[in-house]
DNA sequence: CTATATGCAAAACGTTTGCATCCCT
DNA sequence: AGGGATGCAAACGTTTTGCATATAG
């Protein structure tokens, strides 16, 4: 099943769930939200409410930002701030979990995973007496040459 | 000499190596953003902004603002986004360095150093063609009972 | 039918900027 | 004297909210 499905698939549940109302925007939101192509590009809000209004020209920003936090609610979605003054969404999808590197020379966003630093995180959580329950990490740095991140405008590099 | 001693220091250098002017204001915000007791809390801006305000009550945002730009570029503080929609700013110390766990419980923001993970965070980047220049990491976690956290306001804390 | 969701526009929020005035050097 | 710095208020971009209307259950 594809992460669309399984999205769309939770959601419901959560609606169900709490009494909620399944509308058309919730759906569409959410189908792009998950989009593999479209969420890889780290998209912002207004990345988002333009490919929706796009698609359905009545949505409004008031629609975006009350099914993201909706999405948020449900455990669909997390809010992270990779760069300043936009918030960010990112889709949780189980059994995923990645960090980021922001290329400082061209501000692509890329993702890795490294369980060893997990390890180290949750015994520094247990060390200070605190049960780990999420975590953020970003890493800043300059492509060696050329750049290897997959969406470098080559450009905007400056060396 | 005083970490407050010292940033007045740098920051007199700063100034006169770019031609810019040594002003009240800024000797002031310096030395209160540079304050032990002060910066152990992890202000905000309008904190800062309240402490200033109140020992000179002509200095408005917009200094503070600029002020704390000031500082970012001579090297003595960073921008750090601990928490939701506002900028904090952490004073750079040099030869320290910290990451940050929040308490999910009551909010309270503790520091903590780590070398295991800068080393596996460095390995990370020059597997992905970097050189490191910097990094955000904030855990957040439920405290064990009773709470550990020094800031911790026994009162908001839900279980 | 009723409660929830939407769209719009206005408000709120943190931050930045233009401009007249001030004050270091 | 002159260039940089300040204070004020207005502008800015992002996010939230009030309210009348529409729609799902």
Redo the contacts with the bound molecule.
Sequence with gaps: MSEVDEALKRLTRF?DKH????????RLITRIFFDERFRQDHPS??DLYVRVHAE?G??????I???L?LLVDAGLASPSRLTD???RYEPDIPGEHHDHLVCTACGAILEFEEDGIEVLQEAVAQRLGFRLADHRMVLYGAPDDPCRAPACPREAVVR
Tied chains: 1, 2.
Excluded: H, W
């Excluded at 009545?58 to 629609?63: D, E, F, N, S």
């Design positions: 609606l009494g909620l109302k399944s509308t058309s925007q919730r809000v207004e359905d009545r949505v409004g920003y008031a629609t930002y009350r099914t936090k003054n936009q918030t």
